[in-house]
DNA sequence: TGAAATGTTGGGGCG
DNA sequence: ACGCCCCAACATTTC
């Protein structure tokens, strides 16, 4: 029996609540049909990431346990979306398709040919950011912003969407009678191995847990609190520093304008400039999310190459054994390795030190910006191609707003400004834990260096002449 | 959301 | 007392 119904379609918006699509479904009051689709192209290709992979299947328990509650399940379907999709209007007989708007390429042109396939309407609906690509946030000429100032100049004049409560209407949801659900895939059933042992809890209802600690206090240190580099940003209750909320907002167990109204009501709450101060910043970060999801909308050949393409010409050094010195944390450079074994072994890696390996790979290495845009993406639970994307351009100096290209880190001064005493070092480089503050960020200079860690891989004197004279050359090249 | 090189200033040691 | 030098501290320029 096929009874009026419509779908909605889950993909980075595993929650009930503030779910725009999701809400619009539910207004039609027909059934919706909760799904999933696990198509095979994410499981593969070389972005692909084990961990993240690990924690959105934990995050579809998460939304099958919220959809237990409305008497239903989480209907999942391995496949190509469009053949699932197909399959599913024929044999639920459903009358429209609801989902979120994804801006990347590979989505866009996915939703597109969905739309033109199915044979009965689609609505999409921008979900993801605050401020979707469009309309209402172009510069005045009409065109696209591709520096960061004016940009968030404009968003923060944009009346905010609201968030909404995060209650669903009652019972509106398809009992999925009748209708097959292959259920959740562990990782075994989908061969996943090498993913990394302690995921955070995942589901809305940690993220909103998450969330309020967040903003009832730690955003107030935040202008501070950002660039201190600490080993358990994640550790419950959470520590002064960052929100680590990243994981929960690129999946959206979290939307961002839940992030938005809960910093929104901690302006108020700030006991003083410097606290407001503080929460603006963390606000610009949502503004940053927003910016590099335009960017990549507009700009889709950043995906492929560097947003300033001059820089293409730009000579640099493809050497696989430097590279996979970078990914396992053996460079020599104590910070840097704690970074890139934070990042291995956590799956997350803090912002400042984001900055320093990648300062690391593209000026001292001389690398090419995009090997260490994949190894992020094959790390990070929080990957995202635009905003990952965008910070790699702007470290690497090829990017919209980049800093210039001459403006190389240092790794061991960025390691004594922002890991002062060495905890984060010693933390993930154990090697050196017995190193005192002042040794520990460069080991090499001690008469007797531990003899487990290795000395620098480069020298960053060397390194960074010739990284200038790379840039140089390949700006005079143009010139000619 | 840089760091190094170079320039300037001013306090203090010293003949 | 004075000029000279050194150098730290800060400012500016350069990459």
């Known amino acids: 029996m096929i009874d009026p119904c419509v779908i909605h379609w889950f993909r980075r918006d595993l929650r009930l609540g503030d779910n725009t699509a999701l809400r619009a479904a539910l207004q039609t009051t027909q059934p919706v049909i909760p799904l999933f689709v696990l198509d095979p192209v994410l499981l593969k290709g070389e972005r692909f990431s084990p961990s993240r992979m690990a924690f959105l299947l934990q995050g579809l328990v998460a939304l099958d346990n919220g959809l237990k509650n409305h008497g239903t399940r989480l209907l999942v379907r391995l496949g190509k979306p469009q053949i699932i999709l197909h399959d599913m209007i024929r044999e639920t007989g459903a009358s429209a398709l609801y989902a979120n708007r994804d801006y990347t390429p590979y989505a866009v042109k996915r939703d597109h040919e969905i739309a033109e396939l199915l044979g009965i309407p689609v609505y999409l609906f921008?979900?993801?950011?605050?401020?979707?690509?469009?309309?209402?946030?172009?510069?005045?000429?009409?065109?696209?912003?591709?520096?960061?100032?004016?940009?968030?100049?404009?968003?923060?004049?944009?009346?905010?969407?609201?968030?909404?409560?995060?209650?669903?209407?009652?019972?509106?949801?398809?009992?999925?009678?009748?209708?097959?659900?292959?259920?959740?895939?562990?990782?075994?059933?989908?061969?996943?191995?090498?993913?990394?042992?302690?995921?955070?809890?995942?589901?809305?209802t940690h993220?909103?847990?998450?969330?309020?600690?967040?903003?009832?206090?730690?955003?107030?240190?935040?202008?501070?609190?950002?660039?201190?580099?600490?080993?358990?940003?994640?550790?419950?209750?959470?520590?002064?520093?960052?929100?680590?909320?990243?994981?929960?907002?690129?999946?959206?167990?979290?939307?961002?304008?839940?992030?938005?109204?809960?910093?929104?009501?901690?302006?108020?709450?700030?006991?003083?400039?410097?606290?407001?101060?503080?929460?603006?910043?963390?606000?610009?970060?949502?503004?940053?999310?927003?910016?590099?999801?335009?960017?990549?909308?507009?700009f889709p050949h950043v995906y492929e190459r560097s947003f300033q393409e001059d820089y293409e010409r730009v000579e640099y050094r493809t050497d696989a054994e430097d590279l996979q010195r970078w990914k396992d944390g053996q460079t020599g450079y104590p910070v840097v390795d704690a970074a890139m074994r934070q990042m291995n072994t956590v799956g997350w890696m803090h912002n400042r030190a984001r900055m320093i390996v990648a300062s690391f790979l593209t000026k001292d290495l001389l690398i090419y910006w995009r090997e260490g845009e994949k190894y992020f993406m094959q790390k990070l639970l929080d990957?995202?191609?635009?905003?990952?994307?965008?910070?790699?351009?702007?470290?690497?100096?090829?990017?919209?707003?980049?800093?210039?290209?001459?403006?190389?880190?240092?790794?061991?001064?960025?390691?004594?400004?922002?890991?002062?005493?060495?905890?984060?070092?010693?933390?993930?480089?154990?090697?050196?834990?017995?190193?005192?503050?002042?040794?520990?960020?460069?080991?090499?200079?001690?008469?007797?260096?531990?003899?487990?860690?290795?000395?620098?891989?480069?020298?960053?004197?060397?390194?960074?002449?010739?990284?200038?004279?790379?840039?140089?050359?390949?700006?005079?090249?143009k010139t000619l």
């Open 126 to 204: 921008d979900d993801l950011v605050l401020h979707a690509p469009g309309q209402e946030l172009l510069t005045g000429s009409n065109k696209p912003y591709t520096v960061f100032t004016p940009f968030k100049k404009k968003w923060l004049d944009l009346p905010k969407p609201d968030a909404d409560g995060g209650a669903i209407p009652g019972r509106q949801f398809h009992k999925l009678d009748g209708v097959d659900n292959n259920g959740i895939p562990s990782l075994k059933d989908l061969k996943i191995t090498d993913t990394i042992v302690d995921l955070p809890p995942a589901g809305e």
């Open 383 to 477: 990957g995202d191609i635009a905003a990952n994307n965008g910070g790699w351009q702007w470290s690497a100096g090829t990017g919209t707003d980049a800093q210039p290209y001459f403006r190389i880190f240092n790794p061991v001064s960025q390691s004594r400004q922002y890991d002062p005493n060495g905890d984060y070092i010693r933390h993930y480089v154990p090697e050196l834990r017995d190193l005192s503050e002042k040794d520990i960020h460069e080991p090499w200079k001690l008469t007797s260096p531990p003899k487990n860690y290795p000395p620098p891989m480069v020298d960053h004197g060397m390194a960074r002449e010739r990284t200038l004279d790379a840039f140089k050359a390949a700006r005079k090249e």
């Open 207 to 298: 993220a909103k847990a998450r969330l309020k600690d967040f903003t009832s206090s730690a955003i107030f240190q935040y202008a501070d609190g950002r660039d201190r580099l600490i080993a358990h940003p994640f550790a419950d209750p959470a520590p002064r520093g960052t929100s680590y909320l990243s994981p929960y907002l690129r999946i959206g167990m979290l939307s961002p304008r839940q992030a938005y109204a809960a910093a929104h009501d901690a302006l108020k709450n700030g006991d003083d400039a410097e606290d407001r101060r503080s929460v603006e910043i963390w606000i610009s970060e949502l503004a940053w999310r927003d910016f590099y999801h335009h960017i990549l909308a507009y």
